[in-house]
């Protein structure tokens, strides 16, 4: 039985080595810029920005030569779920613009009990697509994943969230002018 586990652990092992993931998350204050360091990251507008708070849930784009977006099925979502491919850059932005301002409309609802919104965009990013940028060994997967901010300190509706990114590479953003 030991003999199997240990097989099972060195194949796992080198299935990771032979196909890497690196994972890049943004993380920081709320309206630090995380959305928009993403945006220049992916070298294109698919992430909603917005003065005030605007992200909710965790957004990942995974590398892919093909466009699509797919939001999971959430509890309580008052949002279309689903998964849509061939889509445009501007139809990936406003699915998550839908997704993020009905999620935090609902928050603001006491009586709604909707849980985080997930969802995956597959997109020929900048940092991949473009020679010369990053030096990845071959088979590489990369994500980039954008993480809601920390509204306040002791946010912990959003930390629980930023928490289950453990295995990620955290850009941090905030705004200086911001004091705690």
């Known amino acids: 039985f030991l003999e199997q586990q240990l097989a099972s652990g060195l194949d796992t092992l080198c299935e990771s080595l032979a196909h890497p993931t690196l994972i890049l998350a943004t993380t920081g204050t709320t309206s630090s810029g995380k959305s928009t360091l993403v945006n220049l990251l992916c070298g294109a507008e698919i992430m909603p920005v917005a ?9 990942t784009i995974e590398y892919s030569d093909q466009q699509a ?3 999971d099925q959430t509890v309580g979502a008052t949002w279309e779920c689903g ?9 990936i932005y406003s699915r998550l613009d839908k997704v993020m301002k009905a999620y935090l409309e609902s928050k603001t609802d006491r009586d709604s009990v909707v849980a985080c919104p997930q969802s995956t965009v597959y997109y020929p990013f900048r940092l ?3 020679p010369g940028l990053l030096d990845l060994p071959e088979g590489t997967t990369v994500k980039i994943m954008d ?5 306040h300190v002791g946010d912990e509706g959003n930390a629980e969230v930023i928490r289950k990114s453990r295995e ?8 200086s002018s ?3």
């Open 51 to 59: 003065v005030q708070e605007m992200s909710a849930g965790v957004v």
């Open 69 to 71: 977006i797919k939001i």
């Open 83 to 91: 998964i849509w491919h061939n889509v445009s850059s501007e139809e």
């Open 128 to 130: 991949v697509s473009e």
């Open 147 to 151: 993480l809601p901010g920390l509204a």
């Open 168 to 175: 990620a590479l955290c850009l941090v953003t905030y705004n």
């Open 178 to 180: 911001e004091t705690d």
